[in-house]
Structures are given as C-alpha cells and as structure tokens.
Nanobody, 115 residues
Framework: QVQLVESGGGLVQAGGSLRLSCAAS????????MGWYRQAPGNQRELVAA???????DYADSVKGRFTVSRDKAKKTVYLQMNSLRPEDTAVYFC?????????WGQGTQVTVSS
C-alpha cells in the first residue's frame, strides 16, 4: 500500500514562505506523477502544482511565480516551496501520487497564512 506523509505546514504571516515535503514509500516513485492539492473550508479540493515522472511541471494560475514543485527521486520525496504567501493560500495541503488510473493521497498538512 502506497504511503505518503506530508510535513512542513504551519502558521506564517502574509509574505512569508514555507516548504512542504511529501515522503513516499511502498511506491515505484520514479514512474509516478506527483502533485499538491489544497482544500479550504467550504471549497472543493483543487490542484496547486504537479510534476511528472520526467520533471515537467504545471501550476494553478493563482500560484504561478510564487510556488515551485520539485522532486528528489533518490529520497522519494516531492517538495512544494511556497513564497509570498497570501491569506487566501490558507488550506489543508494534500500530496497526491498518480499512475495510470490510480491515485493515492497523504493525510494532509495545514497551512495558515495570517494577514
């Protein structure tokens, strides 16, 4: 069973930075596309950033230029560097592993940005 464990969330002031990590286990990490999603109260879960097995990246318009997704295949870890954080970035952030028709999820980590 795939295991994804997020870390790095917390409380930060607007304009600050955080780096989220997602450590994967029981997975052939190199073939999976990895993504970060977020869900704020009352909202649907939305894609924030994704990175393919080949390293191509994609971002939600709302985070382009502020967030950077990366992956370390040796450590089986995907990262989300978040800069210039805004109160509207407040949400639970989830790590996703995607391969074929399969999607696996982490438990989520809370990010709170105060104004």
């Amino acid at each position: 069973q795939v295991q994804l464990v997020e870390s790095g969330g917390g409380l930060v002031q607007a304009g600050g930075s955080l780096r989220l990590s997602c450590a994967a286990s029981r997975i052939v990490f190199s073939v999976y596309a990895m993504g970060w999603y977020r869900q704020a109260p009352g909202n649907q879960r939305e894609l924030v950033a994704a990175i393919t097995s080949g390293g191509s990246t994609d971002y939600a318009d709302s985070v382009k230029g502020r967030f950077t997704v990366s992956r370390d295949k040796a450590k089986k870890t995907v990262y989300l560097q978040m800069n210039s954080l805004r109160p509207e970035d407040t949400a639970v952030y989830f790590c996703n592993a995607h391969f074929g028709s399969r999607d696996d999820w982490g438990q989520g980590t809370q990010v709170t940005v105060s104004s």
